[in-house]
Structure formats: structure tokens, C-alpha cells
């Protein structure tokens, strides 16, 4: 092929292959397509960054901090409520050591306005104390909430405790035979060998006997439960109550009865009315004492000071 090149001096001519016509027609055509890719970007980028699209960029962003701004706001109200139920469940096992306080203060008998759990510990400081101390950096709000759970429930724990030995000391002790069976009255026939008032014979008298007005009270000398509640021959009108370690309390000749089989009675309660029922020669109570089912003799028991009136 023959190709005309032009130029100041005037035309040549010079003989060009088809072969290198075709690569350099090839090489025109790519770098074409390179500056018109190049510029189509250029072209877009210019297109984001000036004139209308500046405005979506910007409303774009907004939108986007708004939803930031929702989610910080719900976790955030998240983590208030299950604040809010931790505090009220410290506030109620608070409520429940107060009143397990106030309870064990009852049970104990120590003096309530020493030991009083509806006002603050009193405490206090100088200020000027902490001035000369290294800085502290507190721990987060919800450790210190778990570390107060804690602590509350290693005090339930020991109040529950007290409270359980207090109250099985306080059981033993009503459990303990103590005291007389009538409030008012005197010992008219001790326990022992005696001349019978009815027969006039000498036997074994298994109880001691109190002469107390009738109608009086006649009351349990420990806490227990009545097994019987009747009348018996010779004895009229009985209640007998069974307490701890094995022991059974007798009152007989009664008025009436005023208490029931399978009633649990507790010490100085009023079980019957004294009376003259039975083999009896006036107003009296006969109080006898068994031990694993043999007879003792009660004045010990009647000689004890109660510590339950």
C-alpha cells in the first residue's frame, strides 16, 4: 500500500505494509478508548462532588446520624430498665433483712431503740481526711451494684442462721417444765406418802396439790401438745399435755376443760378452770410429771423460775 505523508518540504510517498497499518489503526483505537474512559470518570467524579449531588450527599449523612442517634437512644433505655429491676430487687431483699432484723430483735429481746432498722446507720468523717489520698478511680456503677448484692446476700444468710438458733433456743426453753399451774393459790398436799383425805389410809400422793379459787385459771407450765382432754375416774375433768424430751404434764379435778386433743399450748396459756371433779374434798388442781412414761416428782419442775410470763 502506498501512503502520501504531507509535511513543510512537500509530499512523499512511501510504501506501508497491511500488517503495520493494522497495528497502528489498533494502537489509535485503544487510546481512544483510554481517553474517553479516563475522562467519563473524571466527568462522574466532578458530578458527585458539585451542583445537585451535594445535597443527597449531605441528606444521606443525616439520615445516618439520625439512626445512630435511635440506636444509642434504645440501647441506653435497655439498660435503664434492667437497672431498674436490679435496684428493685436489692430494695426488696433490703425490705426482707429489715424485717428479719426487727424480728430477731423481738426474739432475742434486745432493745429496739438501740437495734432500730427503720433509720440509718448513723456515721460519718472530716472531709480533710481524704485530701492527702492517692486518687481512686471507682468502679463501674453495675460492679458496685453486684458487689452490694453480694454482701446483702452474705448477711441473709447469717440472719437466717441467728434467727434459727434464736428461735431453737427460744423453743427449748418454752419446751422446759417451769413454774406453778395456777397463777394464784398454795401447795396443799406436796408429792410423797401421805394419809388419803378420802380413804384415811397412808399411800403414795403421785402429785402435788394447789388450792386456788374456783373458776381461777389453771395454765400449761410448758409449751406442748394436749393428748387428753376428759374426764378420768377419780381424777374428773384432766387435760394432759406431751412435751419435749419426753415429758407429760397432768392437771386434774378441773371445772371444765378449755382446751383440745391435738391443740399445741404454749407455757402460762389457760388449758382448764380449777374445780372440785373426781375424788376431791374441795377447789383445787392435782399436777403430776411423767418422764418416758414413769412418775416423777414435780416440785423440781414447780420450783424453776419461768422465764416465758
Do not use: C
Amino acid at each position: 500500500m502506498q501512503v502520501i505523508i504531507l509535511s513543510r518540504r512537500g509530499s512523499n510517498t512511501t510504501n506501508v505494509s497491511g500488517r503495520w497499518l493494522a497495528v497502528t489503526a489498533a494502537l489509535a483505537t485503544k487510546l481512544l478508548l483510554g481517553v474517553g474512559l479516563v475522562g467519563g470518570l473524571a466527568l462522574a467524579q466532578w458530578h458527585n462532588h458539585s451542583g445537585p449531588g451535594e445535597g443527597l450527599d449531605v441528606a444521606l449523612a443525616l439520615q445516618y446520624q439520625r439512626d445512630n442517634v435511635r440506636e444509642t437512644r434504645e440501647d441506653a433505655q435497655r439498660q435503664l430498665d434492667a437497672l431498674a429491676v436490679h435496684v428493685g430487687r436489692l430494695q426488696a431483699r433490703m425490705m426482707r433483712i429489715d424485717a428479719l432484723g426487727e424480728r430477731l430483735v423481738g426474739v432475742a429481746e434486745l432493745d429496739s431503740s438501740e437495734f432500730d432498722f427503720a433509720i440509718d446507720v448513723a456515721q460519718g468523717g472530716a472531709d480533710d481526711e481524704l485530701e492527702n489520698l492517692p486518687a481512686y478511680a471507682p468502679p463501674s456503677f453495675m460492679e458496685t451494684l453486684s458487689a452490694l448484692e453480694l454482701r446483702l446476700g452474705e448477711r441473709e444468710l447469717q440472719l437466717d442462721l441467728l434467727e434459727s438458733m434464736l428461735a431453737e433456743r427460744s423453743i427449748s426453753e418454752a419446751s422446759e417444765l417451769a413454774g406453778r399451774p395456777v397463777n394464784t393459790g398454795y401447795v396443799s398436799s406436796p408429792f410423797g406418802r401421805r394419809v388419803n383425805p378420802v380413804t384415811g389410809r397412808s399411800s403414795l400422793h403421785k402429785g402435788v396439790d394447789f388450792a386456788a379459787p374456783r373458776g381461777s385459771d389453771v395454765v400449761a407450765v410448758a409449751a406442748g401438745v394436749v393428748t387428753w382432754s376428759g374426764r378420768r375416774p377419780a381424777y374428773g375433768n384432766t387435760v394432759e399435755i406431751t412435751h419435749a424430751d419426753g415429758y407429760v404434764s397432768r392437771y386434774a379435778h378441773n371445772q371444765r376443760n378449755t382446751v383440745q386433743v391435738g391443740e399445741l399450748v404454749q407455757p402460762g396459756q389457760v388449758i382448764a378452770k380449777v374445780g372440785s371433779t373426781g375424788r376431791s374434798t374441795g377447789n383445787h388442781v392435782h399436777f403430776e410429771v411423767f418422764k418416758n412414761g414413769k412418775l416423777v416428782n414435780p416440785s423440781s419442775y414447780i420450783a424453776r423460775s419461768s422465764l416465758h410470763r
